[in-house]
């Protein structure tokens, strides 16, 4: 046998042998790994849930919503719940329920969609936060009234978790991603440069 058959038959026995350890080696079933950001939406999840346990707590001291009282009984029952809240988490801060590692993945995910988004869209987007001017949002602040409340858009709600329903929403100022209570019109957490 010449030197270079003896060589290619050695090279290909030798990955002939290799082929077949690494098939006997893999008697385990493929174990997928678990996806990070799953773990990141489920403690998400139980932050809202935290908040809204307290939330609730307070505003079932103070009986239930009448929605067919005044304009004014209504904000002052606002007023009342958001003072409550504010008292309670005193010492929030940013980061308490949108965590660095939630702050981390949404921002990655708002960035992808508006990459995406045509430019009309994000035109129309630009436009109606050109009426937030000199609004900064803060952690326990309430959102002003006198500034009209930018619609969320729907593309991006779809790729965020879901919030319970009437009592959380997310919503955009400026450059903020931010999480407000509905009823009290509480801020209650803020990522910010979260849009470009």
């Known amino acids: 046998m010449s030197l270079t058959k003896w060589r290619g038959s050695l090279v290909r026995t030798g990955i002939a042998g290799l082929l077949a350890a690494t098939a006997l080696g893999c008697k385990e079933p493929y174990e997928e790994r678990p996806d990070p950001t799953a773990a990141v939406y489920a403690d998400f999840g139980q932050r809202i849930d935290a908040y809204v346990k307290l939330r609730d707590s307070l505003a079932s001291n103070m009986g239930a919503l009448d929605e067919t009282k005044s304009q004014a009984e209504i904000a002052a029952r606002a007023t009342t719940l958001a003072t409550l809240i504010q ?81 959380i929403e997310y919503r955009i100022v400026t450059h903020y991603l931010i999480l407000r209570d509905v009823e009290a019109n509480l801020i209650i957490d803020v990522i910010p440069n979260a849009v470009p």
Do not use: H, W
């Open 87 to 167: 008292r309670a988490r005193d010492s929030a801060k940013q980061g308490d329920i949108f965590t660095p590692e939630f702050a981390t993945v949404t921002v990655t995910l708002i960035k992808t969609e508006y990459k995406q988004e045509i430019d009309s869209v994000v035109e129309q987007r630009d436009d109606a936060q050109e009426e937030l001017p000199n609004f900064v949002p803060a952690v326990n602040m309430l959102y002003p009234t006198t500034y009209p409340l930018a619609t969320f858009p729907a593309t991006l709600l779809k790729l965020l978790p879901a919030l319970p329903t009437d009592k």
